[in-house]
Nanobody, 113 residues
Framework: QVQLVESGGGLVQAGGSLRLSCAASPTIFTIISMGWYRQAPGKQRELVATITHNGITNYADSVKGRFTISRGGAKNTVLLQMNSLKPEDTGVYYC???????WGQGTQVTVSS
């Protein structure tokens, strides 16, 4: 298990941008894959984007072309650049680690119309 800490959520108008970051600890392991999931009110948690330790990315169709996931400069960190935000992007965004596994506590993203 790893501990994950997210930052960067907030309130933004439609069309705006936000950047989320997530750091995992301890860092003695190289996490195989890290990513972001989100959960809107009344809906199930869904995949947003993932990235493997060697840079292979995967995106939900709804965010392709608008969101970019990348590894941060420090080991076991991940960033999510979100551009052209829409009200339907609103939700709690959770950082996820896979092998070793873990979930962050979530950070709220609210996009106003």
């Amino acid at each position: 298990q790893v501990q994950l800490v997210e930052s960067g959520g907030g309130l933004v108008q439609a069309g705006g941008s936000l950047r989320l970051s997530c750091a995992a600890s301890p860092t003695i392991f190289t996490i195989i894959s890290m990513g972001w999931y989100r959960q809107a009110p009344g809906k199930q948690r869904e995949l947003v984007a993932t990235i493997t330790h060697n840079g292979i990315t995967n995106y939900a169709d709804s965010v392709k072309g608008r969101f970019t996931i990348s590894r941060g400069g420090a080991k076991n960190t991940v960033l999510l650049q979100m551009n052209s935000l829409k009200p339907e992007d609103t939700g709690v965004y959770y950082c996820n680690a896979d092998r070793p596994s873990g979930w962050g506590q979530g950070t709220q993203v609210t996009v106003s119309s």
